[in-house]
C-alpha cells in the first residue's frame, strides 16, 4: 500500500478499470479518499476498495457524469484514453468537478499523432526525428518518403488515432520492404483521417511521465521502461505492455540524469507550445515516450494518461500524499508541492491470456493473494472478470504484479514469483528486469555511443561479473561507505573485494571498521613504517614510494582489480600502480577552472582550504570533480562535476567556520553523489578515450559535457 499522510476524505471519481486504474485506486485510498468507481468491466480490486461503483461504457460521458453527479465527486482522475478522446474532462468540468486528466482538444497531443508533430515542428521544439503526414489525397507521395527513409535508417508508420499502443509497424520488423509499408499505409487510411510516417531511430525507449497543473507546476515521476513485444527476448507481436522495471536511483541503467533533464526540457517546451496554439494551458498527464539515441533525446510520442504498465512502477514509490498531489493538480499550486519517492527498483510482469495478443484463449484462472499465498509483489487486475466461481481472463492483459525491493534484481524474483504461482491458461515474459536484458539494453547503448563517438574504446570494458573494485584510504571512509551504499542496489554491476590503507593508525582511520562491518578483505601496510624499515626519516624519496606501490600492486594482482578508487587515500601514488590499473579519485573543486597559464587553478588544494581560495578568488560556487589519477597531482582527465554549491556573498563579515561548512555541504551535494554515480557508469562502459585520450561519456566529451544536472 502507497504511503502518505491521511489529511482528507475528498471524494474522488475515479474513471476506467484496468491494472492502471486499480494502481490508481489504492493511491487514492492511501491518501484518505473516499472512491467512486466508473468501470467499464468490474475490476475486483477496484470493486473491493471503492465505496461505490457504477458500469457503463468507457466513452459515455453522460453517464459518467450523472455517476459524479449523484455521488458529489469534487476530483474525477480519468485512467484512460477513451474517455479523454470523448471529452468527458470538458463534460465534468461544467458539472463542477475537477479534473485530473486534459480537455479534449488537448488531449490531441495523443489521440493525433500528426497534431503532436506539427506541433513540436511548429515550435521549434528539439527531439522530434523527420517525418511526414499524409492522407487519402497525398498518399502517392508516401511512396516517395519511404523509399528515401529506407535507403537509410528506415521508416515507422503509425496511425493517426487510438489504437492501444498495436497500430505501430516498424520497417525491419513488421515491415519487410517498401511496397508492404506503403500498403500499410493504405490499409490504416481506411480506419484512420491520416497516417504519420516517421524515420526510425536506434536507441533504448524510457517514459518519462508527468503532472502539470498549467500554471508552471510540473511533476515528474522516477523514468520507466516498458516492454512492447509479447515474449522473451523481445520477440513476437506489439502489445499494449507486457512488463516494465524503474532503478532504485529513480533512472534507468543507461540514463544520466542529464538524459532525464532532457526528457522534462522537451516536456515544458510542449506544454508551452499547446498553451500558445490552442489558448489554454494544459492540465493533467503528460506521459512521454522518449529514445536515447546516439545523438540525444528524441521524442517519440506523448500521451494524455498515465501508463499501463508504467503506473504501477512509479504509484507505489509515491511517499508524497496523492490525493494532495491531484488537489494541487486542479488547484494550480503543484510547484509549491515538494513530491518525494521511495528509492526502490520495480519490476513489473504482466500475466496474459495464453495466445496473447493475437489469439487470446480466455478461461479461469487462480491468482494469489498476500492473504493466502503469502506473495510479496504488490497485485493489480487488469481485464478479467470476477464469476461467483472466480477470475476469469478476458481477451486482453490479465493481473499485473509488482516487486519492490533495494534493487532490481530483489524485485524481479518478488515479481517473477508472484506472476509464476498463477494457475491457468496463462503465461508471462520471464526476462523483464532480469540481469540479462536490463545489461542488454546498456549494452547496446554502449556500442551506440562508441560507434557515434568515432574510435573510441571504453575505459572499462564490463565483462561477466561486477566490475572488482579495490578501496584505497587513510582517514574517515565516508566516500567509501557512499559508494557501498549504491553498491547494494547494485552488486550486480560493481563491488568493492579490498580495502587498502597507508596508515596503521586506526583512530584516524576506519578501514578495518568498515572492512570488517561489509566483510571485505583488508589490507594495512603502514607506509610510515615502511620508510623507517628502508632507513628513511621521511617520505620524499619516492623511489621508496615507487617499491611501496610495487608491493600494493601485487595485492591489486592477487584479487584481479579492475578498478583502483582512492576514497581520502593521502599517500601519492606512483606509477607500480597507476601504470597498470585504471585509478579514479574525487577532489573537492572544479577541475575544470584554470588560471591565465592553463594549469588547473584549484588542483592540490586540500579540503576547506579549497573552499577559502574559492572564495578569495570570487567564486560563487564549488562543485566536485572526479577523475582520472596521474603521476602529476590532480591532472587527470575529468569524469565528472557535481552540481554547485552555491556560496554566500563574500562580506568579509564570514566566520572562521564558514570554509569548513561549506566543505561539510560540497562533500554531501558533491563527494557523496558524484563519485559513486561515475563508478556506476565507469561499471556501465559508458566511458570511453579516443586516440588522443580524450574521455567521452555516452559519446560525449568531458569535461565540457559531464556536469550532473537536477
Known sequence: ???????????????????????????????????????????????????????????????????????????????????????????????????VGPARKHAQLETSKSFARELVKKYGIEGSPEFAVFTKGNIGGARVFIERLNSGSGCVIKPDGLTGGKGVKVYGEHLHSDEEAFEYCNELLEVHDAVVIEEKLEGEEFSLQTLTDGNGGFLYFPAVQDHKRAFNGDTGPNTGGVGSYSDANLLLPFLTVADIEAAKKITEKVAAAIRKEL???????????????????????????????EAMNVLPLLKTNFVEICKALVEGTLAKLNAEFEKKATVCKYVVPEGYPDNPVTGRIDVPTVEKDFIKALAYYAAVEEKDDGIYTTK????????????????????EEAASMVKGNVYHRKDIGTLQLVQKRVEHMRQLMTAEGGRLRPLYAPKAGPMRIAALMSGTGSNLRKILELQRQREDLFRVVMIFTDTADENACNARRIAEEHKIPYYCYDIKRYYLEKGKSDRKDMRVREEYDAETATLLKMHEIDVVALCGYMSIITKPVIGQFLTINVHPADLRIKDESGRRKYAGCIGADCVKMARTNGETEIRSTTHIVTDEVDAGQVLMVSLPVKLPPNNNCDGDDLPHRYQEKLKEEGD??????????????????????????DGRPTPEWSEMSR
Open 1 to 99: 500500500m502507497i504511503r502518505g499522510k491521511q489529511v482528507s476524505r475528498t471524494k474522488v471519481l475515479l474513471v476506467g478499470s484496468g491494472a492502471r486504474e486499480h494502481a490508481l485506486a489504492d493511491a487514492l485510498i492511501a491518501g484518505g479518499a473516499e472512491l467512486y468507481a466508473y468501470m467499464q468491466l468490474i475490476n475486483p480490486g477496484i470493486k473491493r476498495i471503492a465505496k461505490r461503483f457504477a458500469i457503463g461504457k468507457a466513452d459515455d460521458t453522460v453517464a459518467a457524469v450523472k455517476f459524479a453527479k449523484d455521488n458529489s465527486a469534487e476530483i474525477a482522475v480519468i485512467g484512460p484514453e477513451a474517455p479523454l478522446a470523448a471529452g468527458i474532462v470538458d463534460e465534468l468540468e461544467k458539472a463542477g468537478v475537477k479534473c
Open 672 to 697: 557523496w553523489l558524484v563519485y559513486p554515480e561515475t563508478i556506476k557508469a565507469l561499471a556501465e562502459g559508458r566511458f570511453a578515450v579516443d586516440e588522443k585520450n580524450v574521455i567521452f561519456l
Open 279 to 309: 489558448g489554454e494551458a494544459y492540465k493533467g498527464v503528460m506521459y512521454g515516450g522518449f529514445m536515447k539515441t546516439a545523438r540525444g533525446i528524441k521524442l517519440l510520442e506523448y500521451n494524455a494518461r498515465f501508463g499501463d504498465p
Open 396 to 415: 486482453s492483459r490479465g493481473v499485473a504484479f509488482v516487486g519492490i525491493s533495494d534493487t532490481m534484481a530483489a524485485a524481479e524474483k518478488i515479481a
